[in-house]
């Protein structure tokens, strides 16, 4: 069986992008790739978790960030010889010029409104765009 590709979302406390990143990568991990995708508690990686270390450094990974800090990209990339695929929400503000967090519903960290929850099946879409790239690297 081949390696999963780990999904660590930043913690993004107190802030609406952390929780986009984190139901993106719960859509990606349950519903679009269960069994070939998984994620990990940013906090083990800080913390230094033996076997959350060692799980990263055998399979590849990719890092969704909320903001510019890229807290998740900057600890995967502290503990794992193979560089994380970097991700962050502004990423999809560049790609999808109509969307303007200004002119939508992002909603909060407890409640996405209508914008916050487009933005996570986009984000979602773009985890699963690289993880077919990553399969196919692999074969």
Request: glycine share 8%; proline share 6%.
């Amino acid at each position: 069986m081949k390696k999963p590709v780990i999904i660590i979302p930043c913690s993004g406390i107190g802030k609406a992008y952390g929780t986009i990143c984190r139901e993106a990568v719960y859509e990606v991990v349950q519903n679009r790739r269960p069994g070939i995708s998984r994620t990990l508690c940013l906090a083990l990686l800080v913390k230094g978790d033996e076997e959350a270390i060692a799980l990263l450094r055998e399979s590849p990974s990719i890092a969704l960030d909320g903001c510019s800090k890229r807290c998740s990209y900057k600890n995967i990339e502290r503990v794992s010889p193979k560089p994380p695929i970097p991700i962050t929400v502004m990423d999809l503000f560049r790609k999808h010029r109509d969307l303007n967090p200004n002119d939508f519903d992002l909603g909060t960290v407890l409640h996405l409104g209508e914008g916050g929850r487009r933005l996570v099946h986009l984000l979602a879409d773009e985890v699963c765009r690289y993880m077919d790239r990553i399969e196919d690297e692999d074969e």
